[in-house]
T-cell receptor, first 116, second 113 residues
Framework: KAGVTQTPRYLIKTRGQQVTLSCSPI?????VSWYQQTPGQGLQFLFE???????NKGNFPGRFSGRQFSNSRSEMNVSTLELGDSALYLC???????????????FGPGTRLTVL | SQQGEEDPQALSIQEGENATMNCSYKTSINNLQWYRQNSGRGLVHLILIRSNEREKHSGRLRVTLDTSKKSSSLLITASRAADTASYFC?????????????FGQGTRLTINP
């Protein structure tokens, strides 16, 4: 099976712009989660989607949003970019989202976003 | 503060030695997971241990879980240069009304040839 893919791999934007990142989960996986990784804050959970519905959300401002399509592919959008949004954005898919605790996450290679 | 905190933050050992990393957490958990990340790349899942398990093995990896002490350890035996990476523990718990997976800050492991 193909792994989790993320596009684009690298992105350079300027402050005030918006950006859309894409994630294709492993075939058959219905849960997709997004994380932001920075040297200072580490890995932080953004949100999780399951069957096109947002199930969980982290503590990020409303500028960060996402969605999931019927084929489980997911996108996240960041509007009005700030310098502090520069980070590695990781997408992870999971076979189930059982409600008794997140299961094994399969991560993509990430999108490195640089905001100038 | 972080739900999961790892110790040490950095570890440097000689090839062939064993490496032990520890993870402590604050709340009750459903499971605890360990991941590896090579520099600037995605995370790779290593082991998942459920709250009712005490020890799991996978190849050269051994994970223990002590729910009474709210701690876990990852042991890598007979280390190799290819084990150089950052290792993260992640706790799956009910937080703020939702099931979440919260990652620690990680341990940076360097294996010297």
């Amino acid at each position: 099976k193909a792994g989790v893919t993320q596009t684009p791999r690298y992105l350079i934007k300027t402050r005030g712009q918006q950006v859309t990142l894409s994630c294709s989960p492993i075939s058959g996986h219905r849960s997709v989660s997004w994380y932001q990784q920075t040297p200072g804050q580490g890995l932080q959970f953004l949100f999780e989607y399951f069957s096109e519905t947002q199930r969980n959300k982290g503590n990020f401002p409303g500028r960060f949003s996402g969605r999931q399509f019927s084929n489980s592919r997911s996108e996240m959008n960041v509007s009005t970019l700030e310098l502090g949004d520069s980070a590695l954005y990781l997408c992870a898919s999971s076979l189930i989202s059982s409600g008794v605790g997140p299961d094994t996450q399969y991560f993509g290679p990430g999108t490195r976003l640089t905001v100038l | 503060s972080q739900q999961g905190e790892e110790d040490p933050q950095a570890l440097s050992i000689q090839e062939g030695e064993n490496a032990t990393m520890n993870c402590s957490y604050k709340t009750s958990i459903n499971n605890l997971q360990w991941y590896r990340q090579n520099s600037g790349r995605g995370l790779v899942h290593l082991i998942l241990i459920r709250s009712n398990e005490r020890e799991k093995h996978s190849g050269r990896l051994r994970v223990t879980l002590d729910t009474s002490k709210k701690s876990s350890s990852l042991l890598i035996t007979a280390s190799r240069a290819a084990d150089t990476a950052s290792y993260f523990c992640a706790t799956a718990a009910l937080l703020q009304g939702a099931q979440k997976l919260v990652f620690g800050q990680g341990t940076r492991l360097t294996i010297n040839p």
